[in-house]
Structures are given as structure tokens and as C-alpha cells.
């Protein structure tokens, strides 16, 4: 005897209000990621799940895709009344760009999903932008150091080529004859001054040169 459509019908619905009751009777969780739900490309992120206290599982899964999740029963309690689970993104890229939920478990029943958390991935992944920013300051530097040493050289021409201790005393070397000749050239008012007596001839007469009026001198003095 087959059953009536009434009798299952009923079973249906039992079977629903069952199903029910074992999964989404708890309350939601909240969802948020850390250390921001934007992060660049190649940077680690965590997605935390926190939920009431007593919860023995959380469950972090796609929105789109509710066959897509990871489990984890490694649950930290947080005070009195609450509990949370951490998920880690090593390094996110684009394909980490998704709206996630949580959901946690108490014996046999799942809570209700929490809200999504919209993860969105910029920028440049981090090994590109250290190269981006390492080559103009490599630059910078490699120019810096060409105009220091440009302004070096242009110092040193005008200052010009350094003398030795050598070079610097032969000018005084080339000076010291003449004051020797200066030390033994004799005063001519020394020569002219001759002991003089009464009567003495004027013997200013101009000779060719010093010789000369020495010679006129002792003449002079001898006449008289």
C-alpha cells in the first residue's frame, strides 16, 4: 500500500523544521579581518571569527561558494562570554579578494552566517613595489655622489697642483746672495767720511765709481 501525498508532505516538513532547528537556531558571529579588510597585494591578513562563549568549532566559508570553507577547532576564549578563531592569509592575492562568513558550533547546531566581510586586495604585490622604490633612490644616491666628486676635482684645479717642501724653500735659497752682496757693499757716506784737518780740498768730485772716490779721497788727504 503506497502512502497518501498528505503523509508525505508531513514527513517533508518535520524533516525541514528538524534541519532547522540543528542548523542556524544560534545567533551569528561577527566577522572582521586584521590588520585591515583592504590590504596590498602580497601582505598577510587574518580573518578573525568571533562568537559567544561555549563555541566548540568556527567555520570560515565563501558567500558565493558555501562549499568552499576551512574549519577550525583551535578556539581562544576572549573574557567571560566570549570565544573567537583565527584564520591566516600567508599572502593575499587576487584570488583572496572574496566576501566571507563565519559561522561557529555549539554540540550539533551551527549558528546563522554572519554578515560578510568584503576582503579587497590593491596595489602591486610587495616584491615589485621594493623594487620601485629601490631603484630612483639608487639613483638618487649614484648622483649625489657624482656631483660630490665633480665638485671635488673643480676644488683641486683651483687650488692647483700641490709643491714640495723642496719648491717652496728654493725662493729663499735665490734670495740670499743678494743680501749677502747688499751686507758687503760698503756706505758711501762711510767712504766720504774720511778724517778731515783744517784746510781740507772738497773732493766731491764725481768719480766712475766707488774706486774712484776712494782714490780722491786719499789724495785729498794726502795734499794736505
Same mark, same amino acid.
Given at each position: 500500500m503506497? @502512502?497518501?501525498?498528505t503523509?508525505?508532505?508531513?514527513?517533508?516538513?518535520?524533516l %525541514?523544521?528538524t534541519?532547522?532547528?540543528? /542548523?542556524?537556531?544560534?545567533?551569528?558571529?561577527?566577522?572582521r579581518?586584521e590588520? $585591515?579588510?583592504?590590504?596590498p597585494?602580497g601582505? @598577510?591578513v587574518?580573518?578573525?571569527?568571533?562568537?559567544?562563549?561555549? !563555541?566548540?568549532?568556527? #567555520?570560515?566559508e565563501?558567500?558565493?561558494d558555501r562549499?568552499d570553507?576551512?574549519d577550525?577547532k583551535?578556539?581562544?576564549?576572549?573574557?567571560?562570554?566570549q570565544?573567537e578563531a583565527?584564520?591566516?592569509?600567508?599572502?593575499v592575492s587576487g584570488d583572496? !579578494?572574496?566576501?566571507?562568513q563565519?559561522?561557529?558550533?555549539?554540540g550539533?547546531h551551527?549558528?546563522?552566517?554572519?554578515?560578510p566581510?568584503?576582503?579587497?586586495?590593491?596595489g602591486l604585490p610587495?616584491?615589485?613595489?621594493?623594487?620601485?622604490? %629601490?631603484? @630612483?633612490?639608487a639613483?638618487?644616491?649614484?648622483?649625489?655622489l657624482?656631483g660630490?666628486?665633480?665638485? &671635488?676635482?673643480? &676644488?683641486e684645479?683651483?687650488r692647483?697642483p700641490? #709643491?714640495?717642501? %723642496?719648491?717652496?724653500?728654493?725662493?729663499q735659497?735665490?734670495?740670499? @746672495? !743678494?743680501? $749677502?752682496?747688499?751686507?758687503?757693499?760698503p $756706505?758711501?757716506a762711510?767712504v766720504?767720511r774720511?778724517?778731515?784737518?783744517?784746510?781740507?780740498?772738497?773732493?766731491?768730485?764725481?768719480?766712475?765709481?766707488?774706486r774712484n772716490?776712494?782714490s780722491? !779721497?786719499?789724495? /785729498?788727504?794726502?795734499?794736505?
Open positions: 503506497s @502512502p497518501r501525498p503523509t508525505l508532505l508531513g514527513l517533508v516538513l518535520c %525541514g523544521h534541519m532547522h532547528t540543528q /542548523a542556524g537556531t544560534l545567533p551569528s558571529c561577527s566577522t579581518a590588520p $585591515d579588510s583592504v590590504s597585494q601582505w @598577510p587574518t580573518i578573525v571569527c568571533r562568537g559567544p562563549a561555549g !563555541a566548540e568549532e568556527f #567555520r570560515l565563501r558567500k558565493d562549499n570553507f576551512k577550525e583551535t578556539v581562544f576564549q576572549i573574557g567571560p562570554h570565544t583565527r584564520f591566516g592569509i600567508t599572502t583572496a !579578494a572574496q566576501h566571507y563565519c559561522l561557529y558550533r555549539k550539533n551551527w549558528s546563522e552566517p554572519s554578515e566581510l568584503d576582503l579587497a586586495v590593491t610587495t616584491e615589485h613595489l621594493y623594487i620601485l622604490i %629601490g631603484v @630612483p633612490v639613483f638618487l644616491l649614484c648622483l649625489l657624482l660630490l666628486f665633480l665638485l &671635488h676635482r673643480r &676644488h684645479r683651483k692647483g700641490p #709643491r714640495s717642501k %723642496g719648491e717652496e724653500q728654493r725662493p735659497e735665490r734670495l740670499s @746672495p !743678494a743680501v $749677502d752682496v747688499a751686507d758687503e757693499t $756706505d758711501l762711510t766720504d774720511l778724517p778731515e784737518k783744517s784746510g781740507e780740498v772738497d773732493t766731491s768730485f764725481p768719480g766712475p765709481g766707488i772716490r776712494i780722491w !779721497a786719499v789724495v /785729498a788727504h794726502g795734499l794736505s
